[in-house]
Nanobody, 111 residues
Framework: QVQLVESGGGLVQAGGSLSLSCAAS????????MGWYRQAPGKQRELVAT???????IYGDSVKARFTISRDNAKNTVYLQMRNLIPGDNGVYYC?????WGPGTQVTVSS
């Protein structure tokens, strides 16, 4: 059974930086897609960024040039470096591996 363990998140002031990581354990196909989505209160879950095991990345429009996704295939871990955070980045950030979701981690940006 595959499990996702997220870490990072927390409270940061606007303009600050924060990092998230998500480690997958269990039986994982060598080719997969890992990524991050977020959901703000009252809003739908939206794409933040994804990265394939081959390194192809996709970013949501609102985070391009501010967030960087990366991964370590040997560790089955995906990272999200967030810079120049704004209150609009508030929400629960969910790690995803193919169709599996992590429990989520809260990111709060104070203005």
């Amino acid at each position: 059974q595959v499990q996702l363990v997220e870490s990072g998140g927390g409270l940061v002031q606007a303009g600050g930086s924060l990092s998230l990581s998500c480690a997958a354990s269990g039986s994982i196909f060598s080719f997969n897609v890992m990524g991050w989505y977020r959901q703000a209160p009252g809003k739908q879950r939206e794409l933040v960024a994804t990265i394939t095991s081959g390194g192809t990345m996709i970013y949501g429009d609102s985070v391009k040039a501010r967030f960087t996704i990366s991964r370590d295939n040997a560790k089955n871990t995906v990272y999200l470096q967030m810079r120049n955070l704004i209150p609009g980045d508030n929400g629960v950030y969910y790690c995803r591996l193919n169709c599996l979701w992590g429990p989520g981690t809260q990111v709060t940006v104070s203005s």
